[in-house]
C-alpha cells in the first residue's frame, strides 16, 4: 500500500498575481492560442514538444527560459538511469481503486500500454508514477481549493514497474475536469499526470495523458502549449475495447517514447 | 541506435498537485545527515523577477564520492546504507530545495564532477535539465567540454559555491543570470 502520502501542510503563499490573473476572459486567451497557432503554421520548423514561452499559459510568463537551451553531448552520469525496483514499489500500488477503504466513486478504467525508447525498444523495470484528481475533479492536496467533494476512498496516486515488455498497468477512476486561475472560467480537460524514468537520465520526463474527444482541448492553454496538432495527439489516450474487461471496467490505452537510446551502460572494467 | 526512431511524446507542466503524490520520506536525504562526508545541496528557485517559486520539484543523479556509478534499487524506502546517487525534493515556501548527499567523485580522468539535475515547476512547460558543477580550478573550468565552450558568466551559473560542507546553488528560470539549462542530441524542439 502506499506510505501516508506527503502533503505538503504549510500555508504555501498565493502564486503572484500576474501568473494567476482570474479577470481575463477565455475569449481573450482562445484568441492568444489562435494566434501562436497561426504563427507556428506559418513557420516551417515542425515542433514535438511545448513551448517554454506560450504567454496563454500565464504561469510560463516569469517562469520560462529566456535564453535557449545549450546544446551538449550527455556525459557518463547522464547516460545512465536511476535503478527502481520491488523493493521500491508494491504491486498494489498500481490499483488506485483500492488505496484506502471503500470503493472510491466514478467511471473505473484500466490505463495501460508501453514505455519506449526512441529507437523502439522497450524500457524495462522502469519507474511510472501517476495522480491525478478523482471522479469530480478534485484532487487531494491542501492548495486545492475546487469546492468538488473529496472522494475519502481516492488518493490518486500510484506506483508501478514496467515489465519486460515495457508494459505499464494502472486501474483507477477516470477523472473529472476541474477548474483552475489561469482565466475567469478556466477549465483544465480530464488528464492523469504521468511521471516516467527512461534508460538514461535524459529521459526524464513529466506529462499528463488526456481522454479522446475532449471538448476542453480547444480552451486549454496547457494542452495548445505543444503548438504542433500531431504532437498534441500523442498525449490523448485510445480507447481500446480489448482492455475493456467484462463488468468491470472500460480500459485505454497510451503509449509513451522517451528520448534516448536502449544501449545498456556498463560500469568500465576498472570501476569497482 | 537501430535505423526506427520514434518522435518522443510530448512533455507537459508538472502542475501545482504533485506535492501528494511525488514527493516522498526522505526524498531528499541520498545519505543520512549524521554520515562523516555528507553534505547538504541547496539553493533557490527564482522565477524572472527574482521570486522565489515555491511549487518546484527537483531531482539530482550522481555519482558517488568515488565517481563509481551504480545504478540501485532503494530510492524510494531508503535503508540508511546504500547509495542509489539519486534524490528529490520540493521546494518550500521560501523557494528552498535541499539535499543531503556526498560529493560525487569525477567519472573519469581528468573529468570535473558534477551532480545532474532535473527541474518541474507549475508554469514550466517542460521540465529543465541542468548540471550542478563542484567548485573547480580556472585551468579545469577552461578546459571541460561545457563549461570550456561558455562565456565566464554563464559558467558561473553551473558552479556550486562551497562554505564548509554546504554546497550552494540557485536555479534561475529567467534575467540576467539565467541558469545554463542544456539540451541534448536527440532532443526536439
Not at chain 1, 230 to 239: D, P
Not at chain 2, 59 to 87: C, K, N
Request: aromatic share 10%; glycine share 8%.
Amino acid at each position: 500500500m502506499l506510505e501516508k502520502p506527503l502533503v505538503d501542510d504549510a500555508i504555501e503563499p498565493e502564486p503572484p498575481a500576474s501568473s494567476d490573473l482570474a479577470s481575463e476572459s477565455q475569449a481573450r486567451i482562445s484568441a492568444e492560442i489562435m494566434d501562436l497557432r497561426r504563427q507556428y503554421s506559418e513557420a516551417a520548423a515542425e515542433e514535438a514538444q511545448p513551448c517554454y514561452d506560450y504567454p496563454p499559459y500565464r504561469s510560463t510568463i516569469l517562469r520560462h527560459p529566456t535564453k535557449d537551451l545549450h546544446h551538449t553531448d550527455p556525459e557518463t552520469i547522464e547516460l545512465t538511469a536511476p535503478a527502481f525496483g520491488q523493493r521500491d514499489v508494491d504491486p498494489l500500488e498500481a490499483d488506485l481503486t483500492i488505496q484506502a477503504s471503500g470503493d472510491p466513486i466514478g467511471e473505473r478504467i484500466i490505463v495501460t500500454g508501453r514505455v519506449l525508447n526512441a529507437d523502439g525498444s522497450p524500457v524495462v523495470g522502469q519507474l511510472v508514477e501517476i495522480w491525478q484528481a478523482n471522479a469530480a475533479g478534485r484532487y487531494i492536496h491542501k492548495r486545492d481549493q475546487h469546492h468538488a467533494p473529496i472522494d475519502p476512498s481516492f488518493t490518486g496516486v500510484g506506483r508501478c514497474l514496467t515489465d519486460a515488455d515495457g508494459n505499464y498497468w494502472f486501474r483507477t477512476i477516470k477523472p473529472g475536469p476541474y477548474p483552475w486561475r489561469n482565466h475567469y472560467n478556466a477549465w483544465r480537460p480530464a488528464h492523469i499526470h504521468f511521471s516516467l524514468f527512461g534508460t538514461q537520465f535524459i529521459s526524464r520526463m513529466i506529462t499528463q495523458m488526456y481522454f479522446p474527444g475532449d471538448p476542453l482541448f480547444d480552451l486549454d492553454p496547457i494542452y495548445q502549449s505543444v503548438r504542433d496538432q500531431r504532437a498534441r495527439a500523442r498525449l490523448v489516450a485510445t480507447y481500446d475495447h480489448d482492455v475493456t474487461s467484462h463488468e468491470e471496467n472500460t480500459g485505454y490505452r497510451w503509449d509513451i517514447v522517451l528520448t534516448g537510446s536502449s544501449s545498456t551502460w556498463m560500469e568500465p572494467e576498472d570501476g569497482e | 541506435m537501430s535505423a526506427k526512431s520514434l518522435v518522443a511524446t510530448p512533455g507537459q507542466t508538472i502542475g501545482p498537485f504533485f506535492g501528494f503524490a511525488l514527493p516522498y520520506a526522505a526524498g531528499d536525504q541520498l545519505v543520512p545527515p549524521s554520515r562523516r562526508d555528507a553534505v547538504r545541496l541547496t539553493g533557490l528557485v527564482l522565477d524572472g523577477h527574482g521570486q522565489p517559486v515555491p511549487d518546484a520539484m527537483i531531482e539530482i543523479w550522481q555519482a558517488d564520492v568515488d565517481g563509481h556509478l551504480e545504478p540501485r534499487p532503494g530510492s524510494l524506502r531508503r535503508d540508511g546504507y546504500t547509495f542509489t546517487g539519486w534524490g528529490r525534493a520540493s521546494t518550500d515556501n521560501t523557494g528552498r530545495y535541499s539535499f543531503t548527499t556526498v560529493r560525487p567523485g569525477p567519472t573519469g580522468e581528468g573529468k570535473l564532477a558534477f551532480f545532474a539535475m532535473a527541474i518541474f515547476a507549475r508554469g514550466l512547460s517542460n521540465r529543465l535539465f541542468t548540471r550542478v558543477y563542484l567548485p573547480a580550478s580556472p585551468y579545469a573550468i577552461a578546459t571541460d567540454r561545457l563549461l570550456g565552450s561558455l562565456p565566464r558568466d554563464r559558467q558561473r551559473t553551473l558552479i556550486a559555491t562551497e562554505d564548509g560542507n554546504e554546497l550552494r546553488f540557485d536555479v534561475r528560470l529567467q534575467g540576467d543570470k539565467e541558469t545554463v539549462f542544456l539540451a541534448f542530441p536527440g532532443d526536439a524542439p
